[in-house]
């Protein structure tokens, strides 16, 4: 093994060319570092140094064991600064709504965690609703979540507006039946809330066949003509058509607002970074 104090010797006589200089550099006797420099010889098994009355000047394998002490120490010193700095390691707990964590993922999030790696980032998914219940509990720093109402001024930010559209099977039936099968996000969900808000009696009887918090579970029962289902505007796809609310005698759906929710017990420099980061990919959650 080539002790760091070894290697910091060998490269401060290969710097100052004289051991005397190289001493008086790093605050050691020119006895002491001459005897480190014979230990470190002794370790490679190696000559490093070639003396005469100008002074002393690298052999190959000297030349070959600077690069490698180089480098050596700066991992050394960049370990030392690194567990330094992650000696009191923040955790940031996150909430994102199940049916967005792949578009977030791909995106701000990897590029915090890729920046940030003295943060622990605690993420867990769940529907809207129980992401703000667990908000006010606690459980979370900053959440993002789905509502048809737009955040009050100092609880939350919007970040873009999100449009829910009845879909159907292309040239499907599902849509025909006196009582309509659905596929819904679950319980505790703002887009199956307002389905159950704005149905009205004189509408058609609903059955709910499945309840999901996976969007692409709802687009296969949409497109295998299981059920209809809220779809989000921009999953629409060519094996699903779009049906009028009014027209089908459905109930409407409102414009959701995709918003960030802070805790604002929780906030430090970190969640601010965090946040100022999700809002600079919000176009990219939009395509």
């Not at 000297?62 to 180089?70: D, P």
């Not at 129980?130 to 509990?137: G, M, V």
């Not at 999901?212 to 709802?218: E, G, Q, V, W």
Request: with cysteine; aromatic share 6%.
């Amino acid at each position: 093994m080539l002790k760091s104090e070894l290697l910091e010797g060998f490269i401060a006589v290969a710097e100052c060319g004289n051991l005397s200089k190289a001493a008086e550099k790093i605050c050691r006797t020119q006895s002491t570092l001459s005897l480190q420099i014979k230990k470190l010889e002794e370790s490679v098994g190696q000559s490093l140094l070639l003396r005469d009355n100008k002074g002393v000047t690298l052999t190959e394998p000297g030349e070959t064991l600077l690069n490698y002490a180089y480098k050596m120490m700066q991992l050394n010193s960049q370990a030392l600064d690194e567990l330094k700095e992650c000696k009191n390691k923040e955790v940031i707990r996150l909430g994102v709504p199940t049916d967005y964590i792949n578009r977030y993922l791909s995106s701000s999030l990897l590029e915090f965690i890729r920046e940030f790696t003295c943060i622990e980032l605690v993420i867990d998914t769940d529907v809207s609703g129980n992401l703000y219940k667990r908000l006010h509990q606690g459980e979370f720093d900053v959440i993002v979540a789905t509502h048809w109402q737009t955040p009050a001024p100092g609880h939350g930010e919007l970040l873009f507006e999100r449009r829910f559209l009845w879909a159907t099977a292309k040239g499907g039936n599902a849509h025909k039946r006196n009582t309509i099968p659905m596929a819904l996000y679950p319980e505790n969900c703002p887009i199956r809330a307002q389905v159950f808000a704005n149905h009205q009696i004189s509408m058609r009887q609903i059955n709910v066949l499945l309840s999901t918090p996976s969007p692409n579970a709802l687009c296969m029962a949409v497109e295998n003509d299981l059920a209809i289902a809220p779809i989000a505007e921009f999953r629409i796809n060519d094996k699903m058509e779009v049906l009028d609310p009014i027209e089908h005698n459905l109930p409407p759906l409102p414009v959701f607002n995709e918003s960030l929710y802070l805790n604002p017990d929780t906030q430090t420099k970190a969640t601010k970074q965090l946040t100022t980061l999700l809002k600079a990919h919000t176009e990219k959650y939009q395509q």
